[in-house]
């Protein structure tokens, strides 16, 4: 049983920035492999960023050099640091594994507009 909990969204004009935050429950003893899904409206869910336990991080094209993943093992805390925001990234963002096996948390609502 994994419990993920996503905060640190909330409504921003473009170009600011927000800190996510997702905090692991459960079963996790070490968060080593991590990812950030994002749901804009009218659209599947999408992958944001990752990490694995080798050190490996993926963002998507999108969001590449704007987001930053990170995490914290002793808060078993994973984050996203997303800045430049632009209305399309606009979305409900969820954490999970890098396979999205975990079961769902609440997700945070980005919201980017002027």
């Known amino acids: 049983q994994v419990q993920l909990v996503e905060s640190g969204g909330g409504l921003v004009q473009p170009g600011g920035s927000l800190r996510l935050s997702c905090v692991a429950s459960g079963i996790i003893l070490e968060i080593n492999a991590m990812a950030w899904y994002r749901q804009a409206p009218g659209k599947q869910r999408e992958l944001v960023a990752s990490f694995t336990s080798g050190g490996v991080i993926n963002y998507a094209d999108s969001v590449k050099g704007r987001f930053t993943i990170s995490r914290d093992n002793a808060k078993k805390t994973v984050y996203l640091q997303m800045n430049s925001l632009k209305p399309e990234d606009t979305a409900i963002y969820h954490c999970?594994?890098?396979?999205?096996?975990?079961?769902w948390g609440q997700g945070t609502q980005v919201t980017v507009s002027s």
């Open positions: 999970n594994g890098p396979r999205a096996l975990y079961s």
